[in-house]
């Protein structure tokens, strides 16, 4: 029988009920943007990028807003960034006693703020680091660990998979998300599946499938041509939840416009929940355009609700003339 997205599989001894995940997206991906993966149908949901360090020092707002977990969510899983063994152990135990039901390291992000500490994809050519960070948060939080990320620093390298390699097979993760692009290469270029599925082939543990993943055929084509076990859904998710519907097949065509505006109040409603009018207004100003252009691009609609001065302000540009835009 064919693979489906649909069908359950484990991860760590935890049953994920289907094979869409939410990816880890940095200063996104929140209690409530997991949420709302969950509630379109992901079967597991990863958080933003936090640091174990400002976790391990209990800085205040790091766990007050990036540990906070929403109860309907689960499986969650938390990711964290860092490169002291013993800091990423007493991370660990933290996020775990949050509630979170795994933890993913991040070895894959190329921002140079991140790898001048040794962690993100620093990682990629540092394995003895790699496999330490990875057991410490076993250890830490005796939860299932899994790590995301990428080919290597460079075109031509693979190092990245070395060090796949050398955690799967030493048994300090669980699964590994692979987006087999270069760091060099940030978010751009075409994802190179051939050598994803021969990770998939070689590895002893699940491989979720990062990057290029924008469009419902574009992630059917990567499942299958890599035989990865799950689909990691990142910028295609952006203002988009429906497309995990219509990967689960709950759903033909494009969300209607009224659909469009009511989960964009949602998203709203939960951003001023979580950090307050004033900050929510600032905080928000990136979600805008991932919905308005869904709602068909009118720039001067988009440009008036990014630079409104309030979020009642946004609302009542939003429910008038995006409302009569949409009625024309
Ligand atoms: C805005 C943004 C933030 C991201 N933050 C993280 C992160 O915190 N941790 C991580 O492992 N990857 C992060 N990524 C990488 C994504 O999870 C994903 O691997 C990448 O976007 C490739 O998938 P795509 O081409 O389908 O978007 C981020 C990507 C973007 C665009």
């Not at 109860?71 to 490169?83: A, I, K, M, Y």
Request: hydrophobic share 45%.
């Amino acid at each position: 029988m064919p693979r489906s997205l649909h069908d359950s599989w484990t991860l760590g001894g935890l049953t994920i009920p289907n094979r869409v995940v939410l990816a880890p997206l940095a200063g996104i991906g929140n209690w409530f943007v997991r949420l709302q993966a969950k509630r379109y149908g992901a079967g597991l949901a990863v958080s933003e990028m936090v640091s174990s360090f400002a976790v391990h020092y209990r800085n205040e707002r790091t766990l007050r807003e990036l540990l906070r977990i929403h109860p309907d969510e689960h499986p969650v899983s938390v990711q964290l960034f860092g490169s002291d063994p013993e800091v990423m152990a007493s991370a660990a135990e933290q996020v775990a006693a949050a509630g979170a039901d795994l933890i993913d390291i991040n070895m894959g992000c190329p921002v140079p703020k991140v790898c001048k500490t040794g962690a993100g994809a620093a990682l990629l050519d540092d394995p003895d680091r790699a496999l330490a960070l990875a057991r410490a948060a076993g250890r830490g939080s005796g939860l299932p660990v899994t790590v995301k990320l990428r080919s290597g620093q460079r075109p031509g390298e693979e190092r990245g998979i070395e060090v796949a390699r050398r955690l799967a097979f030493d048994g300090a993760v669980a699964g590994i998300g692979l987006h087999p692009r270069h760091a060099s290469q940030r978010h751009k270029g075409k994802p190179d599946y051939a050598l994803a599925a021969r990770v998939v082939e070689e590895l002893p543990v699940p491989v979720l499938i990062s990057g290029g993943l924008q469009t419902a055929p574009q992630v059917r084509e990567a499942f299958e041509q890599t035989g990865a076990e799950a689909v990691l859904l990142a910028r295609g998710s952006l203002g988009n939840p429906w497309l995990f519907e219509e990967l689960l097949g709950d759903r033909v065509g494009p969300p209607e416009p009224a659909e469009v505006l009511a989960e964009l109040d949602w998203v709203m409603e939960c951003a001023v929940a979580h950090l307050g009018e004033a900050r929510a207004a600032r905080y928000l100003r990136k979600f805008y355009p991932w919905y308005l252009e869904r709602l068909g691009g009118d720039k001067a609609l988009r440009q008036a609700v990014q630079t409104a001065p309030t979020l009642e302000a946004a609302r009542a540009l939003l429910h008038g003339r995006a409302a009569l835009s949409l009625a024309a």
